[in-house]
Structures are given as C-alpha cells and as structure tokens.
C-alpha cells in the first residue's frame, strides 16, 4: 500500500495493470503446499558432499561462480561448533582429546549421536520453540506479576525434544493436549496437558480498564501467536477484514473468539489445523 497521501507512480500503476491482466497470479505460502521430497541437484563437486544438504549449498554456490567452502577447519574447533550447535555447551577437554586422536568422519559422526542424546540438548533447542510461545515466568506489564509453575511448561517443551516426540504430536499437545491419548513423561501418567500451557502464556495486565476489551485483545494475541508459529505467516489481519490472499476469512478469526471457554477455542483450532 502505498502511503497517506502519496499516489502510486506510473510505474507501478502499469506494473499493478499488468499483473491483473495476467490473472493476478499469487504464489501460495509455504504453509499451505503440500510436504515434498525434492530430488537431490546434481553438482560438480560431489566429493565435497558428505550428506545430501551439503548438495544444495554446493548447488547454489556453483549457481553463483563461487567454489565450495574449505573444509580445512581445524578438528578442534569443528567439534566445538558441534557441541555449542547441539547443546549449548563447549565439550569437555576430555572430549576434545578424545576427537583429537582420531578426528574422523566416524567418529564425527558418534559425536553428534551423544550431543544429541545429551540432556542439554532438549534445553538448548527447547528454547526455540519457549520464544515462539512467548515463554517468561512473568506477565510483564507493569507490576511484572509472576506465572505460578509455568516453569512446568518449560520442563515439558524440554522433555519432549529430549524424548524426540514427533513434531505432529508436539504440535497437537499445545493446541489440545488435554484431549489426545495420554504420553506420559516427566514421571507422569500424561504429560500431554502441559503443552496447552502454550495458549495462556505472553504478556498481560493487572488490572485492565476495559476487562471485555483484555480478554479479546489476549484471545486475538494467541491466535495470532498460532498463525505466525504454526502457518509461518500472521493471521492478524483477519481480527479487521479477511485476507486478501491468503484463506483466512474473519469470520474464522473470531469464530474461535466465539467460544469464551479455553476448550472450546483448543477444539475449534484442532480442527483448522
């Protein structure tokens, strides 16, 4: 949109014509296509691969006249990388040692297994998923009043990328955990609950003037929240007109603000998702 007061140009008023006159094509976002496994590109250094994500950065270099990367970097600092991307942690110096005395790809490859497995592992890639939820153990605002035991949200978003849930289950447990079949973890029969945590975190007021108006303004907060985490694009608009693209009509967007009750809105979400 072009700004108060300022028309379009000529330029782009005839770039706006002739895009309309081809069909107003618009490239669906990635939410919405479906998941494919695209064939490996082929490319010339081939040797420099060792899994088929290296072929689509030597792919794209070769795109652009660059050779690939060197591959000289020192053992040392290669597992250090590796500790810190995984964990969070530098390795120990043992674990240095260890690499040193035979820094082969086998053993690269051991490695990155017992990072993976390594406790510090859910705590370091967690927290990802913790600022897509809007994670604090605070209101904010400004009294900053504490969240009782949201630290058990925390624990369960850890234990669960410890635990290797798949992602289509993880995803399921923040929307409507209390209404899938029970995993249990964290010495509990059902874990699953916690992750609805994930609806009433963010920031919030102590005393709103408008008590109506809060709890709309929360209820608008966590569908966008679910728009921007979970379809990669803000569903926000649609609290004020329907997209114009996109598939996401404001008679949804207050659909769900329809039902008052947390179930309710988890349920209706569910079944959108």
């Excluded at 064939?39 to 794209?60: E, F, S």
């Excluded at 674990?95 to 705590?123: C, H, I, K, M, W």
């Excluded at 907060?221 to 404001?250: E, M, N, T, Y």
Aim: proline share 11%; glycine share 6%; aromatic share 12%.
């Amino acid at each position: 949109m072009p700004p108060k007061g300022e028309p379009l140009t000529p330029d782009e008023v005839r770039t706006l014509e002739a895009w309309i006159n081809a069909g107003a094509g618009y490239a669906e976002p990635w939410a919405f296509r479906p998941l494919q496994d695209p064939p490996k590109p082929r490319v010339q250094h081939g040797d420099w691969c060792w899994t088929g994500i290296d072929a689509y950065v030597v792919a794209h270099r070769e795109g652009a006249r660059l050779s690939p990367p060197a591959r000289d970097i020192d053992p040392a600092a290669l597992l250090r990388r590796l500790s810190y991307d995984l964990r969070g942690l530098p390795p120990s110096p043992d674990e240095v040692r260890a690499f040193l005395e035979n820094p082969s790809r086998e053993q690269y490859e051991r490695r990155v297994d017992t990072y993976l497995a390594d406790p510090s592992y859910g705590e370091r890639w967690g927290r990802h998923w913790l600022d897509l939820a809007r994670f604090a153990e605070t209101m904010a605002h400004e009294f900053d009043f504490e969240i009782p035991y949201a630290w058990r949200y925390r624990d369960y978003v850890v234990q669960a990328f410890n635990a290797d849930v798949p992602p289509a289950r993880f995803v399921a447990e923040q929307i409507a955990g209390d209404l899938l079949p029970p995993r249990p973890g964290l010495g509990l029969p059902n874990v699953a609950p916690l992750g609805t945590a994930w609806w009433f975190l963010g920031p919030a007021t102590h005393a709103p003037v408008d008590v109506r108006q809060d709890e709309a303004d929360r209820l608008a907060g966590a569908v966008d929240v679910a728009g921007r985490s979970l379809f990669g694009l803000s569903i926000a608009c649609a609290r004020c007109h329907d997209h114009k693209f996109d598939p996401i009509p404001a008679r949804d967007f207050y659909r769900s603000e329809e039902h008052t009750s947390e179930l309710q809105s988890r349920q209706y979400l569910v079944c959108r998702l």
